[in-house]
């Protein structure tokens, strides 16, 4: 099971947690090459994680788990939705270009799946291991444990966005039944309760002991709150017509986070090198060269069509009011999808803007199409762009805006697919007979998890969502 698995990193108990701590580089004595006898003297023992002074280093190995498995599932999301696009040779690309996000055999979807299941089991020990810590009262810097609660809020507000359905209960060898599609929500809650947990940390009579550490834990709880709201929309069995989130808990969230906010704010993870996936976002659009910017988006450059064309050339969405190429699409599109950005793109976990567009769609699903546009119109000051005035001329055309405006400010941020099922919008690459367009399909538990974990769901290769 690959949950029991993707300790496949981690191994076993006398290599548990490599991942986490930073072990000497001692110099090993030479031996006979044939001798099977010699001890590893960079094993770390799950018992030497038992030492508070290692807290820091077992947050910042979290961290990196982190940030390595959202570079390994990000072009999964964003290639089945219109934000990126095929253009290489490899067969399971195009297959996630037509729709099809339902396949558990895909190559790419089941080759980012264990490094998410290894950092939602590695933020359940961190957090773990450090609240003993703190328990016990031998815990160095309460920051550590505040930390370890929001990258753990990130993993689960991740699946909980971009999966069907999830094993959570596994435990390196010992299976667990998935959660079911159904109760996906509970990933939200769980991202919920740890964003809680930080906030207690760090702020003291509602005055932040750590103001950044604060920001975020604001924002990302309700960016939770807002996704759990937000999938139980866009997985219904029909979507509603009123399609718009306006949940109380989110809103007086992002109320409080604005607060603490400035209006450029952005809270982004940066892979390095040494924390990027095998397969990656980032080398597989600005390396090789298998996957760019949907055509929604940019214009190919003329003579090399796996790369956006050049500067402002390269954007073909037009901002509706100005009627020019977008800047904010261009400044996306400048941090991803460029060969000079690399592999090393930076993710954005939770912003000012999305604080901003959370409290617009609350004021267009409450009809108070005034401070609907206070709030879209703020949120497109951040890029210095003019506010609607007469274009918003029903209430068809406000939703209409706020889709646009969530589609070019969160672009790659794992959003888009759940927002054009509650919309009813299709990419043009779409197959109209997919299985994962008809069922408004997430990633699925995949093919090495249904192989090694009996519980999971069988057949291995069964296209099926709920």
Do not use: H
């Amino acid at each position: 099971m690959r949950q029991m698995i993707s300790m496949r990193r981690l191994g076993s108990k006398s290599r548990l947690l490599g991942v986490a701590m930073v072990a000497a580089l001692l110099p090993a004595a030479c031996a006979n090459p044939f001798d099977t006898s010699v001890e590893n003297p960079n094993a770390v023992v799950e018992e030497a994680l038992g030492d508070p002074a290692g807290a820091t280093t077992l947050v910042n190995g979290q961290g990196a788990s982190v940030t390595r498995a959202l570079t390994g599932i990000a072009g999964v999301y964003a290639v089945a939705s219109d934000e990126m696009t095929w253009t290489g040779s490899r067969e399971y690309w195009k297959t996630l270009d037509d729709g099809d996000i339902a396949d558990p055999v895909n190559e790419y979807a089941d080759g980012g799946f264990p490094y998410i299941a290894e950092a939602r089991w590695l933020s359940d020990y961190t957090i773990a291991r450090v609240t003993e810590f703190n328990t016990a009262g031998t815990l160095r810097n309460k920051k550590d444990l505040a930390r370890a609660n929001l990258y753990g809020a990130i993993i689960y507000t991740t699946i909980g966005e971009m999966f069907d359905d999830f094993v959570v209960a596994s435990d390196r060898t010992v299976a667990a039944d998935p959660v079911g599609t159904a109760n996906m929500g509970a990933m939200f809650d769980s991202a919920v309760t740890m964003t809680s947990r930080a906030l207690a940390i760090v702020q003291t009579g509602g005055v932040a002991v750590d103001a950044e550490l604060e920001r975020q834990a604001l924002g990302l709880r309700a960016r939770a709150k807002y996704g759990k709201a937000l999938r139980a929309i866009a997985k219904a069995a029909t979507v509603p017509a009123a399609n718009l989130v306006n949940d109380a808990g989110a809103t007086a969230d992002a109320t409080a986070a604005l607060t603490k906010m400035t209006t450029t704010y952005k809270f982004r993870l940066t892979p390095t090198a040494n924390n990027l996936a095998g397969i990656n976002i980032g080398y597989e659009t600005n390396n090789r060269g298998e996957i760019r910017a949907g055509s929604t988006f940019v214009n190919p450059n003329p003579t090399v069509i796996y790369l956006v064309a050049d500067g402002i050339a390269g954007i073909k969405m037009n901002d509706p009011v100005t009627g020019s190429p977008s800047t904010t699409v261009s400044n996306a599109i400048d941090a991803c999808c460029r060969r000079t950005v690399g592999n090393n793109i930076p993710m954005t976990q939770t912003s000012a803007r999305e604080m901003m567009l959370i409290l617009a769609e609350a004021r267009l699903a409450a009809g108070d199409t005034a401070g609907f546009l206070t709030q879209i119109n703020a949120s497109r000051a951040v890029d210095g762009l003019p506010a609607y005035t007469t274009q918003i001329t029903s209430a068809a055309t406000a939703k209409a805006t706020l889709e646009y405006e969530r589609k070019v400010q969160l672009y790659l941020q794992g959003r888009r697919l759940m927002d054009m099922y509650r919309f009813g919008s299709a990419d043009t690459r779409w197959l109209a007979t997919g299985v994962g367009v008809r069922g408004r399909c997430l990633i699925p538990i995949t093919y090495t998890e249904r192989l090694t974990n009996t519980l999971a769901p069988q057949p291995n290769n069964e296209r099926k969502c709920s």
